[in-house]
């Protein structure tokens, strides 16, 4: 089997210390964080004030192991295939995440709406381009019958999750 190696580029700083507490998707989160680049990469973020979105690619690393099936954080009555679903527990334990980018300053960009732990090692940032990346048709597989999109406003953490699926069972 193939192998390769990535170069972190930086560090993702958020509010975020316990996995069980941080949202499960940005979409999810009005919080606040900053973007550290590695000075030999700083160079790199030539231009990306002009963009209102950027997506970070980072490395789970608080994650041991995978399992090919999941019960995904928004759905956990059924277990699902780990690549139908954004869980942590992969065989190559990248996440990706859209933030919204609030200024880049020197060798920081800060951001809202971040999802992820502090200290997370940075692989890479993407600029968010809507002539390339939005579709008008889309499906969304198991998650569209979850109906998400109108629960925004509310708190989703696995916490938040696990208590709101014992208390429909009680």
Not at 99 to 115: H, L, P, Q
């Amino acid at each position: 089997m193939e192998t390769a190696t990535y170069r972190v580029i930086g560090t993702i700083h958020s509010p975020f210390t316990d996995g069980d507490t941080t949202p499960i998707q940005s979409i999810f989160s009005e919080a606040e964080g900053t973007i550290e680049v590695s000075p030999g990469y700083a160079d790199g973020l030539e231009g990306l004030d002009g963009f209102s979105h950027i997506y970070l690619l980072y490395h789970f690393h608080r994650v041991n192991g995978f399992s090919l099936r999941q019960r995904p954080f928004a759905d956990g009555s059924k277990e699902r295939g780990i690549f139908a679903i954004r869980h942590c527990n992969r065989p190559n334990p990248i996440g990706i995440s859209l933030v919204e980018v609030i200024a880049v300053e020197g060798s920081t960009v800060r951001v809202r709406g971040i999802d992820v732990l502090d200290g997370t090692p940075l692989l890479d940032i993407k600029p968010y381009v809507r002539q390339f990346d939005h579709r008008d048709t889309v499906r969304s597989g198991w998650v569209d019958a979850r109906r998400i999109e109108e629960m925004k406003g509310r708190s989703f953490t696995p916490e938040d999750l696990r208590e709101d699926e014992e208390s429909s069972r009680t």
